[in-house]
């Protein structure tokens, strides 16, 4: 295993420097393999006392960090950090795409979600990723104009602002700004997939002339990548605030650009200048002596997760331990019929009705429990009908790609966020207009929008409606008071990458490290995946005598969390990735 030297020179004068007391995660490693013991060991837990961020980025994890010692809140850190992201990991998350934050007010001790999700455009219709009556393959589908949302994120972080921030909003800008003016070195991370998605990418000339030199080759590793183009976009919704990306040209290039690809799309205008992000109430439930707590419908994530965990709370997780295959097959039975349900009655509350308190509902999920067998797998779980509606709803065939990004933050206040941002599929759409890239968000509704029967789909396409979503930040309280902040990135795995963090500290006692760190497994309600080259491969025999199909898989997850335990923080970021704990 080699320690990546390129960490530390990415350390600028802007970002670094005077800050004694920080605590900083040793470096990520590269292409590592899992150790037998506890799956990744190369990281150790950081801790802090006053505050803490977490991020992806060592440099989106510096701009948050200084913002925190500036006096800032949780929100003005995240916001930070996110405009940084979107320039040293832009084929996570940005501009270009969407949100949910989850936010705990400590003095008036008020949960909140901001949701930030694209919408479909006004013209958008049902059938719009049928060819012949035929779902179009997904390559078809995703990387064009067809694919692209309304971006709602600049709006959702400006409203969490309005809302929670402390310092000047055009502060918030000025360490992307500055990063994009003077230039950021290529990551290992950034490198590798410029390389695996060259292809798509590279055929979008914009987007070639930003990532790939002259001769077509990607940017090597610790080359310094400028981008004028975004820090000028910055500098105006810093002096303007959302409006200046949501009107004007920048706006009607964003149009331009969608509607300009080969197979475009039909954003307008109008849809940019009417996009609204909305503050929700978070989707809670019970587990043990936990409260959690997250992003609502048109997120299943935290759905699913509390699902999973009212299932698995019938079951002996915490004597069972992580290296038992028992503990294994309860967890991906319980993911199995959870994405049972998810398939079925997820979508955006204000088209269909989600039943969500039916679903969450302790004698359902017994029942739901009881379907389990000690000694055989479910195969595949059938839904259940919580609420009356499954005769009248189809199956969802959306495909969600691995990518997006995750922060965490505590601030000195004792605010604590959890935001998950995502331009969906790695780079989005492979749009790229004034120094960002499009998502390609739509693809995550369902390519059919009804069944044979004539049944409808709960999350079809439809104008101005927010795609489902897997992403999953969470909140977690114990007796009333904040204990665990978590997320990560990662497509419809999301859901099982949180869950076995939870079960990892919450049942375990592990610290946030070395639950991160866990191997990753689960089902999807198909085969039970689990993660390639970790000590889960031991299991497969055992497994499969219970009847399980059993894959391996990369898992490359992306987990931040930060635990709250007897006043002191203590942070993890997923070693499978380039992320950064800074703390004091």
């Known amino acids: 295993m080699r320690v990546r030297p390129w960490v530390g020179a990415w350390c600028i004068a802007l970002l670094c420097g005077g800050a004694a007391s920080q605590t900083v995660a040793p470096a990520a490693h590269e292409n590592v393999n899992p150790e037998a013991a506890s799956g990744y060991t190369a990281r150790q837990a950081v801790s802090a006392q006053r505050f803490m961020v977490a991020t992806a980025n060592p440099l989106a994890t510096q701009a948050g960090y200084r913002i925190l010692q500036a006096g800032g809140s949780a929100v003005d850190a995240a916001i930070a950090a996110q405009l940084v992201l979107g320039l040293t990991e832009p084929q996570s998350s940005g501009l270009g795409g969407g949100a949910f934050l989850v936010h705990y007010a400590a003095p008036k001790r008020q949960l909140r979600v901001y949701d930030a999700r694209e919408t479909a455009p006004a013209a958008a219709r049902p059938d719009r990723f049928l060819r012949d009556g035929k779902p179009l393959p997904f390559a078809q589908a995703v990387n064009n104009g067809m694919s692209v949302g309304t971006p709602g994120l600049l709006r959702g972080l400006e409203l969490a602002h309005r809302q929670q921030g402390k310092l000047p909003w055009r502060s918030l800008f000025q360490p992307a700004i500055a990063l994009a003016t003077q230039g950021f070195e290529v990551s290992p991370r950034l490198h590798s997939l410029l390389v695996a998605t060259q292809a798509e990418l590279a055929a979008q000339p914009a987007a070639a002339r930003y990532f790939y030199a002259s001769d077509g080759q990607p940017w090597p590793v610790g080359h310094v990548l400028k981008n004028p183009e975004y820090a000028e976009v910055l500098r105006r919704v810093a002096d303007k605030g959302a409006d200046a990306f949501y009107h004007g040209d920048i706006a009607h290039d964003i149009v331009a ?4 690809h080969a197979k475009p799309g039909d954003l307008s205008v109008a849809d940019l200048a009417g996009y609204r992000a909305h503050a929700r109430d978070a989707v809670c439930g019970e587990y043990r002596a936990y409260r959690l707590c997250g992003a609502p419908p048109p997120s299943s994530g935290p759905l699913a997760v509390l699902q999973m965990l009212g299932i698995m709370q019938h079951f002996p997780m915490d004597k069972l331990g992580p290296r038992s295959v028992e503990a294994v097959h309860y967890f991906a039975e319980a993911g199995r019929l959870a994405f049972a349900d998810r398939g079925f009655y997820v979508g955006d509350p204000a088209f269909t009705k989600v039943p969500v308190r039916q679903m969450l509902d302790p004698g359902y999920l017994a029942r739901r429990a009881a379907l389990i067998h000690p000694d055989r797998s479910l195969g595949t779980a059938l839904p259940g009908d919580p609420a009356g509606l499954l005769a009248s709803r189809a199956a969802d065939d959306a495909l969600e790609v691995p990518s997006t990004s995750h922060i965490v933050v505590v601030d000195a206040q004792g605010d604590v966020l959890s935001m998950t941002s995502s331009i969906e599929s790695a780079f989005g759409s492979k749009i790229f207009v004034r120094g960002f890239l499009l998502n390609n968000e739509l693809t995550d509704f369902s390519l059919s929008f009804k069944d044979p029967e004539g049944r409808l789909v709960a999350n079809r396409v439809q104008p101005g409606k927010r795609p489902r979503s897997s992403m999953a930040p969470m909140i977690v309280f114990r007796d009333d008071e904040p ?64 009847e399980h199909e059993v894959k391996t898989v990369e898992f490359p997850s992306g987990i931040q969390g930060i635990v709250i335990k007897d006043g002191t923080l203590i942070g993890g970021t997923d070693p499978r990735r380039e992320g950064l704990v800074l703390g004091e």
Do not use: C, F, H
């Open 483 to 546: 204990y665990m902040a978590v997320g990560a990135p990662g497509g419809s795995a999301i859901i099982n990458y949180v869950a076995k963090t939870l079960v990892g500290v919450l049942d375990w006692n592990l610290d946030i490290q070395q639950a991160i760190s866990l191997p990753n497994l689960g089902s999807r309600n198909q085969a039970t995946e689990l993660e390639r080259g970790t000590y889960l491969e031991d299991m497969m025999p055992a497994l499969q005598g219970m």
């Open 257 to 260: 650009a969608v509607r300009a």
